[in-house]
């Protein structure tokens, strides 16, 4: 759905209209559920989020300036309320990634001994023997770099978009997407071992890879 599309669903919301209140949860309902799901790990914790951001988005809805997409405003409520669900259901410090990234000799080489990869999320999701093993990985990053890692490599929001619903600046959110896809790929490289060929994956150090559409939220994940 681009801008224009968007504001005009945007008026029909604000006049109450109720086909536009079903064209909203069916444009936007799948992937919200998907971020919920990605950053929870829980079913009903992620369905409570999705709602529980509907009402918050249909009540703010006088309030809305329209200055960033509407579905950047609604991945905004959704990340914000499933954070605070974390939040609230744990009460020890969220853990360090430290340990998940690359560490390095006075010399420059890595202090581990493997084939340097660390593709974004979605190349790694698209290889069909790989989708179990990633989808594990990725629950274990911790909370603020899960999210980046979802909302940039999986749901494709642009860094902007991202920074938005985050509440963080777009350099913030690059620091943290690096560091997190780092730590993917060492969470993935202790499943499948220290050669990335056994999971059918090239070395990804020196190339950038474009943003497709994966489907986090199929079924056959």
Known sequence: ?????????????????????????????????AVARGLLRNEED????????YIS??????????????????HRIVV?????????????????IEDLLPHFMADGHHVESFSSWAAQADQLL???????????????LPETHRAVLILRDIEDLSTEEAAAALGITANAVKIRL???????????????????????IEDASCRTFPVVQTPLSSPAL
């Not at 005009?8 to 086909?19: I, K, W």
């Not at 969470?187 to 056994?198: D, K, M, S, Y």
């Open 178 to 200: 690096h560091r997190a896809r780092q730590a993917l790929a060492t969470l993935v490289r202790r499943r499948v071992g220290n050669r990335p060929e056994r999971a059918g």
């Open 80 to 96: 914000n309320g499933a954070l605070m669900k974390l939040r609230t259901r744990r009460r020890k410090p969220e853990k360090s």
């Open 1 to 33: 759905m681009d801008r224009i599309e968007e504001a005009t669903l945007l008026e029909r919301l604000r006049q109450g209209d109720e086909a536009a209140y079903e064209l909203l949860i069916r444009t936007y309902g799948g992937r919200l559920l």
């Open 46 to 53: 992620a369905r409570d989020v999705v709602q529980s951001a």
């Open 57 to 74: 988005a249909f009540r703010g809805l006088e309030t809305f300036k329209g200055t960033s997409q509407l579905s950047t405003w609604l």
């Open 126 to 140: 698209e290889r069909k023997q790989m989708r179990q093993v990633v989808r594990a990985a990725i629950t274990e």
